[in-house]
């Protein structure tokens, strides 16, 4: 058995947590490593199982200065403080600095005097995959930054990531982070002079792979169901999932993306293919990334002779790829991943039947921004009544489109061949 120092274990536990405050948002709470500054309130705060997180470690000696970063991937925690007026971000930083060391922290990057003020909310913004602004974004004044690491004797590793700033004009903030059972979406009003602090904790960790097929489900997984779905031959689903979409067209053209190095999805590379294609829509509720989701189908792919032509890059975090495939159908209209959703990814594999010709597999991945009922336009084709369905903010939705490319099936018969209407009595 594998014993790991106790304070790596606590990132998502909540028996260990410190008793929230009466201001917190509903379902938050402290780390017990790092305690808040007094008069603190958590206005946002999300634990995810898992995620990747770029840390910010300066800049690189090279004459370019380029950013120094380490990438991560395990359990992601982030709390926002709000600390109203009394103090300053000097103050806020330099008490984080003193909690870190007394937790035994070694400090990675800190703020030297030469750097105060820099955009470290920006950097931070894009460290994950959301790219979600803060309420420091292009908002705050005398930003400070901090990164440390803690190591077990196990040599398990914990990450400490700080940003502070004041706020320079009353602002309004709509809370993107909060936990799964809370389904209020606050707006959280930003007061001149206030002191934000913004913490991520970070456990590298590796994958937990929850793909399941229809064997191993039991029949109460499947009973939300959308009524005549089912799952594609040979893919698993997402540990959880429900269908809420589905659609099989026999003969229709559908265009993956191969390739685009830019923020947006326009690719430089494509295939254009035509065939019957299945659409299938899972909606996961629960605290989860949409990089959780695809690293899981990814690894069921490589498991089972899939070859993978795209994976959105790394560099890439904020790009909307809902319009590009919503639209492959010809339904630009009502897609259950809008262009306001977060973190949304893009995945396209390929393999054979047994006969060897070929499938594809286009897969979009989001998080859910704001609560909304999704009136599904993609039902079995026996299916006349429009399904709607509830989508909760942080829930993720693949949508997985499956093209089996062949040739037009020539439907067309001469008028000759009609039957004669009966004649009139």
């Not at 997180?53 to 380490?70: E, H, I, P, R, V």
């Not at 594609?232 to 003969?251: L, P």
């Not at 295939?271 to 899972?282: N, S």
């Not at 991945?365 to 336009?377: H, L, M, P, S, Y």
Request: with cysteine; net charge negative; charged share 20%.
């Amino acid at each position: 058995m594998k014993y790991i120092f106790c304070f790596l274990l606590f990132v998502l536990s909540t028996n260990f947590l410190s008793e929230a405050h009466a201001h917190d948002i509903q379902g938050s709470k402290d780390y017990p490593l790092i305690e808040r500054y007094t008069g603190s309130e958590i206005i946002a705060y999300k634990a995810l199982p898992y995620d990747r997180f770029n840390l910010y470690l300066g800049k690189n000696a090279s004459a370019d200065q380029t950013n120094a970063s380490q990438l991560l991937e395990g359990t992601v925690l982030r709390i926002v403080y709000r600390i109203p007026k009394g103090t300053t971000p000097q103050n806020v930083y330099e008490y984080y600095q003193s909690t870190l060391n007394k937790s035994a922290f070694a400090i990675l990057y800190q703020t030297t005097s030469l750097l105060i003020g820099d955009n470290f909310d920006v950097i931070t913004n894009h460290q994950t995959e959301e790219g979600i602004d803060t309420p420091l974004t292009r908002n705050s004044i005398n930003q400070y930054y901090l990164t440390a690491k803690i190591k077990d004797r196990f040599n398990n590793e914990l990450y400490a990531n700080i940003v502070i700033g004041e706020i320079k004009q009353n602002s309004k903030w709509r809370c993107p982070w909060h936990p799964s059972n809370v389904g209020i979406i606050h707006e959280f009003e930003a007061k001149k002079g206030d002191i934000i602090a913004v913490v991520y904790l970070i456990q590298p960790k590796k994958l937990d792979n929850k793909m399941i097929n229809i064997t191993q489900m039991q029949s109460y997984e499947t009973d939300h169901d959308l009524m005549g779905s089912q799952d594609y031959t040979n893919i698993k689903r997402y540990e959880g999932s429900e269908i809420i979409g589905y659609k099989n067209i026999s003969f229709d053209r559908y265009t993956l993306g191969l390739s685009n190095t830019l923020p947006n999805s326009d690719f430089s590379k494509t295939l254009d293919l035509e065939g019957e294609i299945t659409r299938i829509v899972y909606r996961i509720p629960g605290d989860h990334s949409s990089y959780e989701i695809l690293q899981n189908y990814k690894q069921t792919f490589l498991d089972t002779k899939f070859q993978i032509l795209y994976e959105t890059p790394e560099t890439i975090t904020d790009t909307n790829f809902s319009t590009f495939v919503c639209t492959q159908l010809g339904e630009a209209g009502d897609c259950p991943l809008k262009q306001a959703d977060l973190n949304q990814l893009y995945l396209v594999a390929k393999t054979s039947d047994e006969s060897g010709k070929d499938i594809y597999a286009s897969l979009l991945f989001g998080n859910i921004a704001n609560n909304e009922i999704w009136n599904d336009t993609w039902q079995p084709n026996n299916t006349t009544e429009l399904s709607p369905t509830e989508e909760k903010s942080g829930d993720v939705v693949v949508l997985l489109d499956i093209v089996r490319p062949h040739a037009l099936e020539y439907k067309m018969i001469p008028t000759t061949s009609i039957p004669a209407p009966p004649s009139p009595p």
